[in-house]
């Protein structure tokens, strides 16, 4: 990683950032959790109560990881690890290190998504476990996972320090900084076990997905019917999480997978951020069925899947520019594109080719635009008397925003004069017409 200055922050801003996720985000979950399932989904109500018992209020409502929640937890992780390493799929190649390795994927997220809901509810249909379990004990799973993945992020650091897997990685010569960010950016355990395709997307991706059903599961076992709006919410949801999966080797060459290292940042993120706030919408509805109606439904369910159509048809879009070289038609004219050339930390010159047309030609990261609007989506059959389900999509639209600003720095250095060249040509950093 060499020294401070090529971090993805400043030290300071590392510090400020390691400590607010330490200290405010385990409770924050745990909060989110409790006022959507004890508190009527009222931020209000949360606020009324830790005011009358301070502290130790807080403490009183933060449920203790039990044996029933380490035994789901460890069955799900069991059961994923083993897809990820046993199911066939076809070697991909994700794109090539700053020390010129080129991890080597197996692509079976489908496969393992398909079996793992198939496998869920199969368990529920013939009565052998019921998801309500899972919803009942949710809080105690969420403490477990708040724990049990700082332990894991400790592991990964010692794991960078004593064995790691690859030439990319190494030290800042800061051990905050590098539990932090992470001292490793491509960590397996052996040859074939990936730890962060693993935790970003068989852990972190697949749970959304599960407790989407389980939310709309143990609304039914309440209610002993499923609300149109609990329905809308699960659809668009599992609509996107499939999309993720079918299209889960491009996620490799994402920022996340290619650039993040896996650190406490990203790890503790999606084991415990993605579960728990991601799929917060859907734990709001379940004590809240709205009726919607069939047409506002059905409105609802339109605009969201044309909006992860678009999310994914930008991800399409660049990715058969890049297989064919620039080759590609894009929306059926021959692309628009910047040839560029960078040099490696090795001092190697390599050339790339940059898209200037299409999706990527309205704005540098117009893909967070359906990202953001599919969340909106999936989050307004709550309607609005709450504010709350609505966290995640604010959370989204900062995280994204951030992202596309630490992509374009990254780019910058990268690429320097070709970058300044895309940028005259998409002066947009996300939303077309506003904002450089």
């Given at each position: 990683?060499?020294s401070e200055?090529?971090?993805?922050?400043s030290?300071m801003l590392?510090y400020?950032?390691?400590?607010?996720l330490?200290t405010?985000?385990p409770p924050?979950?745990?909060?989110?959790?409790y006022?959507?399932?004890h508190?009527?989904g009222?931020v209000?109500?949360?606020?009324?109560?830790?005011?009358q018992?301070?502290?130790?209020?807080f403490?009183?409502?933060w449920?203790k990881?039990t044996?029933?929640a380490?035994?789901?937890?460890?069955?799900y992780?069991?059961?994923?690890?083993?897809?990820?390493l046993w199911?066939?799929?076809?070697?991909?190649?994700?794109?090539?290190?700053?020390s010129?390795?080129?991890p080597v994927?197996?692509?079976?997220g489908?496969a393992?998504?398909?079996?793992?809901l198939?496998?869920?509810l199969g368990?529920w249909?013939?009565?052998?476990?019921?998801?309500?379990i899972?919803?009942?004990h949710l809080?105690?799973?969420f403490?477990?996972?708040i724990f049990?993945?700082?332990?894991?992020?400790i592991f990964?650091?010692?794991?960078?320090l004593?064995?790691p897997s690859?030439?990319?990685?190494?030290?800042?010569?800061?051990?905050?900084?590098?539990?932090?960010?992470g001292m490793?950016?491509?960590?397996?355990?052996?040859?074939?076990?990936d730890?962060?395709?693993f935790?970003?997307c068989r852990f972190?991706?697949m749970?959304?997905?599960?407790?989407?059903?389980t939310?709309?599961?143990k609304?039914y076992e309440?209610y002993?019917?499923?609300?149109?709006?609990m329905l809308?919410n699960?659809?668009l949801m599992?609509v996107?999480?499939?999309?993720?999966f079918?299209?889960?080797?491009g996620?490799w060459?994402?920022?996340?997978i290619?650039h993040?290292?896996a650190g406490f940042y990203?790890?503790w993120?999606?084991?415990?951020?993605?579960p728990?706030?991601?799929?917060s919408?859907?734990m709001y509805l379940?004590?809240?069925?709205?009726?919607?109606?069939?047409?506002?439904?059905?409105?609802?369910?339109?605009a969201?899947?044309l909006?992860?159509?678009?999310?994914y048809?930008?991800d399409?879009q660049r990715q058969?520019f890049r297989?064919?070289?620039?080759?590609a038609?894009?929306?059926?004219?021959?692309?628009s594109?910047?040839?560029?050339?960078?040099?490696?930390?090795?001092?190697?010159?390599?050339?790339?080719l940059?898209?200037?047309?299409?999706?990527?030609?309205?704005?540098?990261?117009?893909h967070y635009?359906?990202?953001?609007?599919a969340?909106f989506f999936?989050?307004?059959?709550a309607?609005?008397?709450h504010?709350l389900?609505?966290f995640?999509?604010?959370?989204?639209t900062i995280l994204?925003?951030d992202?596309?600003?630490?992509d374009d720095?990254?780019?910058r250095?990268?690429y320097?004069k070709?970058?300044?060249?895309?940028c005259?040509k998409?002066p947009y950093?996300i939303?077309?017409g506003?904002?450089v």
């Amino acid at each position: 990683m060499g020294s401070e200055s090529n971090m993805v922050h400043s030290p300071m801003l590392t510090y400020a950032s390691m400590l607010s996720l330490l200290t405010l985000c385990p409770p924050f979950v745990i909060l989110l959790w409790y006022t959507m399932v004890h508190a009527d989904g009222s931020v209000l109500q949360s606020f009324d109560y830790l005011r009358q018992h301070g502290l130790q209020g807080f403490i009183d409502i933060w449920p203790k990881p039990t044996a029933t929640a380490w035994k789901i937890i460890a069955c799900y992780a069991a059961f994923e690890a083993a897809l990820q390493l046993w199911l066939p799929g076809k070697k991909v190649e994700g794109p090539i290190s700053p020390s010129g390795n080129r991890p080597v994927y197996k692509a079976n997220g489908v496969a393992a998504y398909a079996v793992t809901l198939i496998t869920y509810l199969g368990l529920w249909w013939f009565g052998i476990f019921n998801p309500t379990i899972v919803y009942d004990h949710l809080g105690e799973i969420f403490s477990a996972l708040i724990f049990g993945s700082f332990i894991f992020c400790i592991f990964l650091y010692v794991k960078g320090l004593v064995a790691p897997s690859s030439t990319d990685s190494g030290s800042s010569g800061n051990m905050i900084i590098d539990f932090y960010w992470g001292m490793e950016l491509y960590p397996r355990i052996g040859k074939n076990f990936d730890i962060k395709v693993f935790t970003n997307c068989r852990f972190g991706m697949m749970s959304w997905a599960v407790l989407a059903v389980t939310y709309c599961i143990k609304q039914y076992e309440t209610y002993g019917r499923v609300s149109d709006s609990m329905l809308t919410n699960m659809i668009l949801m599992l609509v996107y999480v499939t999309k993720f999966f079918w299209w889960e080797a491009g996620y490799w060459n994402t920022m996340d997978i290619a650039h993040d290292r896996a650190g406490f940042y990203i790890c503790w993120g999606c084991l415990v951020w993605v579960p728990s706030v991601y799929t917060s919408p859907g734990m709001y509805l379940v004590n809240h069925p709205v009726n919607l109606g069939v047409q506002l439904a059905l409105y609802i369910l339109v605009a969201g899947i044309l909006c992860i159509y678009i999310n994914y048809d930008c991800d399409r879009q660049r990715q058969e520019f890049r297989r064919t070289n620039g080759k590609a038609l894009v929306w059926g004219k021959a692309p628009s594109k910047i040839h560029a050339s960078y040099t490696t930390t090795t001092g190697e010159t390599k050339s790339s080719l940059l898209l200037t047309s299409g999706w990527w030609g309205l704005s540098r990261h117009f893909h967070y635009v359906p990202e953001i609007l599919a969340a909106f989506f999936w989050t307004l059959p709550a309607l609005f008397n709450h504010f709350l389900p609505y966290f995640y999509v604010v959370f989204l639209t900062i995280l994204l925003f951030d992202r596309a600003k630490r992509d374009d720095d990254r780019c910058r250095s990268k690429y320097g004069k070709y970058w300044k060249l895309y940028c005259e040509k998409v002066p947009y950093r996300i939303i077309p017409g506003f904002g450089v």
